[in-house]
């Protein structure tokens, strides 16, 4: 099995940063996994926000955060993180850390294996 486990979030103005962990651990869980992060806002679907390839070489991002966010991760802890500046109202939403067998350039949820149960965030005008 494989355990995520998010923290980091929390209440922030607009125009300020956050910056999201999640801890991974697990018998089964291999650093060739790609990692992602996702938001959920109320009445709306998850979505993609960043992913990352196993390597930490290769990045991706939704438009609406890109310039702003930045995924790394680092394997030997077992850690992958999401720096997020200029954080806009719209950013508004629970946060999930995934983990996922495929490629980093997948940015559907379906596509992504384990999960973490999230963490909030929520940023005031």
């Known amino acids: 099995q494989v355990q995520l486990v998010e923290s980091g979030g929390g209440l922030v103005q607009a125009g300020g940063s956050l910056r999201l962990s999640c801890a991974a651990s697990?018998?089964?869980?291999?650093?060739?996994?790609?990692m992602g992060w996702f938001r959920q806002a109320p009445g709306k679907e998850r979505e993609f926000v960043a992913t990352?390839?196993?390597?930490?070489?290769?990045?991706y991002y939704a438009d609406s955060v890109k310039g702003r966010f930045t995924i790394s991760r680092d394997n030997a802890k077992k850690m992958v993180y999401l720096q997020m500046n200029s954080l806009k109202p719209e950013d508004t939403a629970v946060y999930y850390c995934?983990?996922?067998?495929?490629?980093?350039?997948?940015?559907?949820?379906?596509?992504?294996?384990?999960w973490g149960q999230g963490t909030q965030v929520t940023v005031s005008s």
């Open positions: 697990g018998r089964t869980f291999s650093s060739t996994y790609a």
């Open positions: 995934a983990a996922g067998s495929g490629t980093y350039r997948n940015i559907l949820p379906r596509e992504y294996n384990y």
């Open positions: 990352i390839s196993w390597s930490g070489g290769s990045t």
